[in-house]
């Protein structure tokens, strides 16, 4: 029998205004094994944890059940707390009176009793524990981020100036990701090119990083410390130690109607290309879609003008393995194509155009060297309507439920950028509201309206048509009570961002979660931001939500320090929760071995006392670093020679039957 | 290709020509609409309250007398598209609803949904073709710059109508392609014509008709063609500049060179 | 507690009776679920108790027919959407074990309502709460548990 | 009975706190000069149980039910059927028919579609 | 049969004369010459090796053990459906084939003496096969009936003449004598499936309900090899010795039928062996049905090594509420 004590906590109020602690801590202390059980204001604080480790070392604690908030939250906590008390951490457990009793129940009679029950659960468990001991496992030194935008190359400078090896994977050809298309940044309104390519040049040039562009993950197998992927190296048909980037092919290639990617498909560039001038890597790619050589045998014009001798049409797709020790998703996202929005014409007429090709539009090394002109006309537009909202925070199903968050920002920024350049151009911007929660995010907001004097008109347009050489919009204004029929130039839409969508397949190799809109999950919300519930993946970017450059930035920094921190340890310790066999149990039957996602369990032949008789016998043996703890091979196992330490049948049966009682 | 065919209260009056142009076009194309036995008016409007059940009940029985023949249920009418379509939807997915109605008709079987409603263009988009209706063109009506006026209730709601994206529909200019004839987008195509406000309020449907029909002369039309009785009076009668318009079967009748049989009587 | 002639199960009797019912919930998912459903305070009855499990395919069917036996009227699993398994494959052999488990209990004769399996994330605390009331509401509709149960454990 | 806001709200099954008044309703509307009150006044005072104004308002009986609010909307309101049930409401009650048979002789013309008058009959009289 | 009886002795006599192996599992009679059971027979007492109608026993449960220890192979003679189980137990490491010659003996189906007796024939001493018809020597004279209405349940939904695993054949299968196939397998399966959940229910009170506990069913499976069994295992939480009240009963037989789901040949040894008549193979039927329905045809021990359905899965699978949904 266990020496137990209970620990019930009233967590201020949290707990305590509808579940009687008292009693609850009177209640449990009634139960066999416990010699002693109290309640405290924070359990979770200094003086609360002392109380656990007097209470441990006064009464010679065995077991502990902590009545608290989710073991989520604090059950490593805790585990430190009686460890530091000389108890083994394992002996410990959590009955959660917060998030699944107090929390959800307004009665406090019944609260309380349920309490009790959850208590009495864990007590029956704890019964049970048994010490356990974390398993050592050695780090691979190296780091690996998918994704080259400012977050992932963020994080892998912050990664390598820590000394550790960094590879990225980016799919394009080049990195710099969505920053490197953007004209000015919000709030200061500096050149967005002219922070993030030093940034692309310092990546490059980082001896500890070494970029895959080009390049997407195949596969990702393995646990934290001891990750292997493999990476599919797309062919660019160049060989990027030979091309100096010199660009001469681009100018003689024949096929020259490809969409270019860089400027939103507002212009076209040839099949051989580089992506924009200050690509990292600065090499030719060819795409195979659009070149004529690849596609009939004929032309061959590159390789002709080639002086570096680096076109290579035989060039083949090539699968890379590289072991990492954590990895961080930093894939990014895209703004919706509205061609669901045909309210707005987007699809019909040219004029009308998403914020990222207004962007491209208003950026000196866009598709108008930075001159703004009507796409149908190449003429200066006299009136620009930008609306808000285009796809965000909706529930039918074009709509994406969520707020974009950068969306009212860089509209103000749009409109302020044209009205800076070009006085005469009227600005009106329609809004539900104006968002602008960040530093000198609304001071800039205003100043578009009161300096530069953008419209902003809280209302919706409900239809854009095109009139006689203009776009008719129609639209409310909520504040003056009327429609609105005006005409304009140009539209620019602030349609939804979502993330990449090659997330969903990574989320899926990493076993990270993913919330319904197919952003990353974080392990937790608030103090967990930037780590996925899985353990050794973490996030970097919009990935996991949408959010500004700094935030993008910082959110970075902060997935590197936490890869810093699996890095720097020569060796992990695992979950000592994990499966283990009865020798003396185990048929040698195989079956576990088949469920067993991670290849933990392996057959040996073991000598085997069973009932007095000494024989060899083949049994199953569970590799303790990898085994993850899962218990699949538990229940496959029909002697019960499997089970699992820390979830073991018997405790489990234990609660039921505390539960049931 | 036989289908089970509603024409509908309007079609039988004021717009039997829609009616005609549109019989002899079918038997052109080799289908056979057998018109629905004892067939009631729809109402002409969709009631879009959780608690009407008798305004509803002309279409389940339409509905259900196709289920019975075996036959997809064909209308002309932009309306009586609607309000069967839409009716059709509450008894496939309104369980209360069409519980009561099968208490309320007793049928010898109960009506859950079963049938497939189609408007006549998507008989011939879907199952004719355009292309294949191209080649049947004796007639082609080349050079004619003809604007689709869809009006709503063809397009509207549109995750139930389902005939085309109810912002940007191309089922009408595809039509008008196929028969040798050019479309001429224009903004208002989807907007309202004023519908039944010319009883209640006709200068709603005065500066309604006049937009659509102001619209359609911006972007060049000299025609247009519309599916609706209702639609077609207010853009000819109520509209302050005049475009001509016809319904799409006058239109087709003419390409095909069935437009004197049809006008003749069948 | 008495067991009536046919064994029928007895609705419950105006609100005296409270059904109990037993939740397993993988660790990742759906406890996380549940802790999200507590974070915004959706509610659920108090009478369903949740035992936290690493994966739902921790769950053997000896714990579902124990909580049977104990007293349980109804017992339901929850784990990660297919998929998005915290351990890759547990939830499809959880899957598959509970489908034959709940379609031999049905062939027994023992109410299929009893048992079920929801795939719940650790963002859906609203379908955690969602799924509680309604299984807490299908259970109290079949009342007590009377054919497969350990009538020495009643009390 | 008396109207108030949750006939309004069983007649229509239309549920206003999903609005975030956006005004893509009002935006949208062909005969918003035409109405007193617009769609997305309708949401908002019908969900404020402000009904009065709205029962004597001329506006019910603007709408086209031309179903561009309900397409378009980014919440799924649908306003339009918010509109439609506040109309059936009043000329559900005795003597509130806002057309009279007697009145139609006076309304026709020999192009009329029958279609006008059913659909007008459906929609201002019980 | 006696023929085969005949060749199969002689068969015996020569692998153990050629060296091949030196024990043989064969089949003995009890007190009763229907008392067949499978026993561990040496180069001394070949000759007492049963092979008569009364030989139903499946015999490959019985290699886990005979299999361990002896110089050379143990021979195992195995009629076509004991292949299946033979398959299994390797798929599963219970049994080496190294260790094992396997003899595959014809069969022309075996005989439940509890359908014999329910004929009304008694003092059975003996039994031989007359085309279609049994005589059976009894102490009163001469008895006979049709075969087919005396047949094992397993033998009645025979799974055909073919071994699908050993070393050699006692004769090829081609030329053994079709087994006439006698009734659907599922039948009885959809009966129950057909009635409401309370006729079910009462049902298989009425029949589990009759369970002694004797553990005969267990120890007859060839899929039930576990060394020691959770229900005899202290530790395990659910072990016991008698059933106490209708839950364990339930309880019990569920749990064997779900160990063995996936696993199970449908050999029917638990039915056959039960000394309370519980038709114990319909449990395991309805695993085998609902696997069948769900995850595709699949039959254990048609070949060995395969990945059971328990132990895989596809990402499209049902999902365990269409045991709602299906009505």
């Known amino acids: 029998m266990q020496k137990i004590g209970v620990f019930v906590c009233w ?180 050149c967005s090119s002219c922070i993030v390519t030093p940034k692309m040049v310092d ?26 992927a493999t990476i599919k190296q797309k062919p660019r048909y160049v060989d990027a130690e030979k091309c100096t980037g010199c660009g001469l092919c681009t100018t003689k290639c024949p096929s020259k109607k490809s969409l270019n990617e860089f400027n939103m498909g507002l212009n076209t560039r040839t099949a051989i290309y580089i992506p924009f001038a ?83 539009l208003m950026s000196a090394s866009g598709p108008t060297a930075g001159h703004l002109q009507c796409p149908s006309t190449g003429k200066l537009p006299r009136h620009i309507v930008f609306i808000q909202c285009v796809g965000s925070r909706g529930t039918a199903c074009r709509e994406k439920p969520y707020c974009s968050k950068v969306c009212c920002m860089y509209t103000a920024k749009h409109a302020m950028l044209v009205k800076d350049h070009y006085p005469e151009v009227e600005c009106t911007v329609f809004y539900i509201d104006v968002r602008t929660p960040g530093k000198n995010f609304d001071e800039f907001y205003r100043r578009a309206v009161e300096q530069y004097g953008v419209h902003y008109i809280k209302g919706m347009v409900g239809k854009v048509e095109q009139g006689d050489g203009c776009l008719k919009v129609q639209a409310s204004d909520l504040l003056d009570n009327r429609q609105l029929h005006l005409e304009a130039d140009m539209v620019v839409l602030a349609a939804a961002i979502e993330p990449d969508p090659s997330a969903r397949k990574i989320g899926t190799m990493l076993t990270a979660s993913m919330d319904t809109n197919d952003f990353f999950s974080e392990a937790h919300a608030k103090l967990r931001p930037v780590e996925s519930p899985t353990a050794g993946v973490f996030l970097s ?121 | 290709m036989k289908y089970s065919y509603y024409p509908g209260c309007t079609l039988r009056t004021k717009a039997e020509i829609l009616n005609r142009y549109a019989l002899a076009s079918a038997k052109a194309l080799g289908i056979e609409l057998e018109e629905v036995e004892n067939w009631q008016c729809c109402g002409g409007m969709y009631t879009a309250s959780t608690d009407e059940i008798a305004t509803k009940l002309a279409s389940v029985r339409a509905l259900a007398q196709a289920r019975d023949a075996g036959c997809d249920l064909v209308t002309l009418c932009s309306a009586c598209f ?52 191209k080649k049947k063109v004796v007639n082609p009506l080349t050079g004619r710059k003809i604007g689709a006026y869809y009006g709503c209730l063809l397009l509207r709601p549109g995750e139930v109508m389902q005939l085309d994206d109810p912002e940007n529909p191309k089922v009408l200019e595809e039509f008008i392609r196929a028969i040798g004839a050019t479309p001429v987008l224009y903004g208002q195509r989807n907007e309202c014509c004023g519908g039944y406000q010319t009883l209640n309020e006709k200068s709603i449907a005065v500066q309604r008709s006049s937009a659509v029909v102001e619209s359609a002369l911006s972007q060049g039309a000299e025609c247009l063609i519309t599916a609706c009785p209702l639609c077609r009076y207010n853009l000819a009668v109520n509209a302050a500049p005049q475009i001509p318009v016809y319904y799409f079967t ?10 004197e049989v049809a006008e003749n009587g069948n | 507690m008495q067991l009536n002639d046919t064994n029928q199960a007895v609705p419950a009797e105006s609100g005296a009776y409270k059904p109990l019912i037993v939740a397993f919930c993988c660790n990742w998912c759906s406890y996380a679920g549940a802790d999200t459903a507590g974070s915004s305070r959706l509610s659920y009855p108090s009478n369903i108790k949740i035992i936290r499990v690493p994966c739902s395919c921790r769950v053997n069917p000896l714990f579902i027919l124990r909580a049977f036996q104990r007293g349980a009227d109804g017992v339901i699993l929850c784990g990660c959407h297919p998929g998005d398994c915290h351990y890759t494959t547990g939830n499809y052999y959880a899957r598959r074990r509970m489908t034959l488990l709940f379609s031999m209990l049905d062939y027994l004769g023992i109410e299929r309502e009893r048992t079920r399996v929801e795939w719940i994330s650790a963002a859906e605390g609203a379908k955690f709460a969602a799924t509680m009331n309604e299984f807490a509401e299908t259970i109290n509709r079949l009342g007590k548990n009377r054919k497969l149960r350990d009538l020495r454990c009643e009390i | 009975m008396a109207i108030d806001r949750e006939m309004i709200l069983q007649i229509s099954g239309v549920n206003p706190k999903l609005c975030m008044k956006c005004g ?30 709205l029962l004597a308002s001329e506006s019910l009986y603007t709408c086209l039910s031309c179903m561009a609010c309900i397409q378009r909307c980014p919440r799924q309101v649908e306003p339009a059927k918010l509109i439609e049930a506040v109309r059936l409401a009043v000329i559900r009650q005795q003597g509130c028919d806002h057309l009279l048979p007697d009145e139609l002789p006076a309304l026709l013309d020999p192009e009329l579609p029958q279609q006008a008058i059913v659909t007008a009959f459906r929609k201002y009289k019980k | 049969m006696r023929d085969i009886r005949e060749k199969l002795l002689k068969k015996i006599h020569e692998l153990f004369d050629a060296g091949v192996v030196d024990r043989v599992v064969g089949w003995k009679a009890g007190e009763f010459c229907y008392d067949v059971t499978p026993a561990l027979f040496n180069a001394g007492n070949i000759d007492e090796i049963l092979y008569d109608a009364f030989c139903g026993p499946n015999q490959s449960k019985f290699l886990v053990k005979g299999a361990e220890g002896g110089e050379k192979k143990i021979l195992a003679l195995l009629k076509p459906c004991d292949t299946y189980s033979y398959n299994q137990l390797i798929t599963e490491h219970r049994i080496d084939p190294e260790k094992i010659y396997a003899l595959g003996i014809p069969c022309t189906g075996m005989v439940d003496i509890n359908k014999i007796r329910a004929l009304g024939i008694s003092g059975i001493l003996g ?27 397993r033998c009645l939904v025979c799974k055909g003449k073919n071994h699908v695993a050993g070393d050699e054949l006692l004769i090829p299968d081609e030329e053994a004598p079709e087994v006439p196939k006698c009734a659907e397998r599922m039948t009885e399966v959809e009966k129950l499936e057909a009635m409401s959940p309370e006729e079910r229910f009462n049902w298989w009170r009425s029949q589990l309900s009759k369970c002694i506990r004797c553990n005969a069913c267990r120890n007859a499976c060839p899929a039930c090899t576990c060394r020691t069994c959770v229900f005899d295992n202290p530790s395990s939480g659910v072990s016991a010795k008698v059933n106490t009240n209708d839950f364990e009963e339930n309880m019990f037989h569920i749990i064997r039928a779900f160990h063995v789901a996936g696993r199970c040949t449908d050999c029917g040894e638990c039915s056959r062996v039960c000394p309370q008549n519980i038709p114990l193979h319909l449990l395991n039927r309805k695993f085998i049905k609902d696997i069948d329905e769900f995850y595709g045809e699949y039959q254990a021990g048609a070949e060995p090594n395969v990945r059971g359905p328990l132990i895989s899965y596809t990402e499209q699978d049902v999902e365990p509420s269409i045991v709602m949904t299906r009505g």
């Open chain 2, 82 to 133: 609607n309000v069967i379509k839409r009716v059709n939807e509450d008894a496939r997915t309104n369980e209360n609803f069409i519980t009561k109605v099968n208490n309320y008709m007793a049928p010898d079987m109960e009506y859950h949904g079963e049938t497939n409603v189609l408007h006549f263009l998507e008989v011939l988009r879907d199952v004719i073709g355009f292309d294949e209706l």
């Open chain 4, 24 to 53: 893509k309703c009002s935006g949208t509307c062909p005969a918003y000069d035409g109405m007193e009150y617009h769609p997305h006044q309708f949401v908002s005072m019908v969900e404020n149980a402000n009904l009065e104004p």
């Open chain 2, 250 to 259: 006058e239109l087709l009748a003419e390409a095909l060179g069935v437009k």
């Open chain 1, 278 to 360: 200050q690509a990292v890597p600065l090499v030719a790619t060819i795409d195979p879609d659009a070149c004529i050589k690849l596609k009939t045998g004929k032309c061959g014009l590159c390789e002709k003008v080639c002086e570096a001798g680096a076109i290579d049409y035989a060039q083949k797709e090539e699968l890379i393995e590289r072991e990492y020790g954590a990895v961080v998703v930093a894939t990014g996202y895209n703004q919706i194509k509205p061609v669901q929005y045909e309210e707005y014409l987007y699809n019909q007429s040219r004029d009308v155009v998403t914020s990222l090709e207004f962007e491209r």
């Open chain 5, 127 to 153: 039994i031989e096969e007359d085309g279609e018809n049994l005589k059976i020597e009894t102490l009163y004279g001469t008895e006979s009936c049709k075969k087919a209405d005396v047949l094992l349940e």
């Open chain 1, 203 to 228: 990546t490059a040039a980082n001896e500890k990083i070494t970029i895959f562009s080009y390049a997407e993950v195949e596969n990702v197998t393995g646990f934290i410390g001891n990750f292997k």
């Open chain 1, 541 to 661: 970017g919009m990935c996991q939500g949408p959010k500004d450059i700094p935030e993008t930035v910082s959110q970075a920094s902060a997935a590197a320090s936490k890869v810093i921190g699996v890095l720097s340890k020569d060796f992990l310790l695992s979950n000592p929760c994990i499966a283990h066999s009865d020798p003396t149990l185990c048929n040698g039957c195989s079956q576990c071995q088949n469920v067993c996602a991670y290849g933990a369990i392996s057959y040996e032949d073991q000598m085997v006392v069973d009932k007095g008789v000494r024989e060899t016998r083949r049994v199953a043996v569970v590799n303790e670093a990898i085994c993850q703890g899962c218990g699949a091979c538990t229940v496959t196992c029909p002697s019960g020679a499997m089970d699992l330490k820390g979830f073991a049948s018997n405790q489990i049966m234990a609660e039921v039957d505390a539960i049931c009682n």
């Open chain 1, 11 to 190: 967590c201020g109020s949290n707990i305590a205004a509808t579940v009687d602690v008292a009693a609850v801590a009177e209640a449990l202390g009634k139960q066999p094994g416990v010699v002693y059980a109290t309640d405290y204001q924070y359990m979770c604080s200094a003086s609360g944890q002392n109380l656990i480790k007097d209470a441990i070392r006064d009464y010679g604690l065995t077991g502990v059940v902590i009545c608290a908030c989710s073991p989520r939250m604090h059950e490593a906590t805790f585990r430190k707390t009686i460890s530091s008390a000389g108890l083994n951490p394992y002996m410990l457990e959590i009955a959660n009176i917060r998030e699944q009793c107090s929390w959800i129940h307004k009665d406090r009679e019944e609260a309380t009793k349920k309490a009790i029950t959850m208590g009495t659960a864990a007590i029956a468990k704890v019964q049970l524990n048994t010490p356990l001991t974390q398993m050592k496992s050695p780090v691979t030194k190296r780091a690996l981020v998918i994704g080259g935008g400012i977050a992932g190359m963020q994080t892998a400078l912050d990664i390598a100036d820590a000394g550790f090896e960094v590879d990225i994977v980016e799919k394009k050809p080049t990195i710099g990701g969505k920053m490197a298309q953007l004209d000015k940044t919000f709030p200061t309104l500096d």
